[in-house]
């Protein structure tokens, strides 16, 4: 039996201003902040959610369970679905950046080399002093002897001594990675376009999680073509591993997710979110 001289655990702080928040909104209001919160995404939200809800009144509680419990279920239905694809989509967009910047830093540092070396071999020619001649031939023996960082498999060199950078290699591996986040992009896609169509068909356009509509934003801003530069930059003859741009990088940058295709027949008849909401009411 629950001791009666307990005091009741207050809210903190802010999920009390919070309370106060609620119970100043329409029953409307109140319904599209419980579909905006995100507990997957912020902790405090499933207090949120909770708040929201005990704040309906028993009427209201009522019109909830019958019309908008449904639509949030079949909404939740596939939420993990969306999760699962965007976190995908985000883990292999950072393994292309950070092996493409990977292969920037060592590109530079193979034309750096390249350049060092041609430049001592040339004031070693140059040179009149045998001393300096010696010292020049040791420093060139230096830098060819830079040793290729066993973290990557991207920089290469021949038996002269010059670096160079396996750019075939690197376009064959990451082409595969850039066509795996098209796909999922296309998904993501499909899935969200699908969500709103079920919105529309149900008359609540208005509920589009906020979840999702801030992935949506993320995915136009993030994946937006870019147009490479058609004018030739100056240092391109001194770096020419640098500047030189592989297929990989050219997939990359002209990802565009307003253009993407779709690519799961999930409309219509097939809408994933009106087949589960139906299977609510059975029909």
Known sequence: MADPTAKKKRLPRLLQEYKKEVKQLTFEQKVREYFSLSPYQRKIDSHKKEIVYKSFSRIEKEEFSRKYEPIYSAIDRYSDRLRAIYNNTILYTNYVTAELRKKDILSYT???????????????????????????????????????????????????????????????????????????????????????????WVGTPELFPQEFSEMERSLMVRYNAITPPTDKNPDEDKFPLFFHTGEAAKE??????????????????????????????NY
């Open 110 to 200: 193979a034309d750096f080399l390249n350049n060092t070396i041609a430049s001592t071999e040339r004031a070693m020619e140059e040179a009149n002093e045998e001393k300096v001649k010696k010292a020049l031939k040791k420093t060139i023996k230096t830098l060819k002897g830079y040793h290729v960082p066993d973290i990557t498999n991207m920089m290469s060199q021949d038996k002269e001594g010059t670096f160079g950078i396996k750019n075939d290699e690197i376009d064959k591996e990451l082409l595969w990675v850039v066509e795996r986040i098209k796909g999922f992009l296309a998904m993501l896609k499909c899935y969200i376009e699908s969500l709103k169509e079920f919105l529309e």
């Open 252 to 281: 990359f940058v002209s990802i565009d997710y307003n253009t993407l295709p779709r690519s799961m027949d999930i409309f219509g008849e097939n809408n994933l979110f009106v087949l589960k909401y139906r299977s609510f009411f």
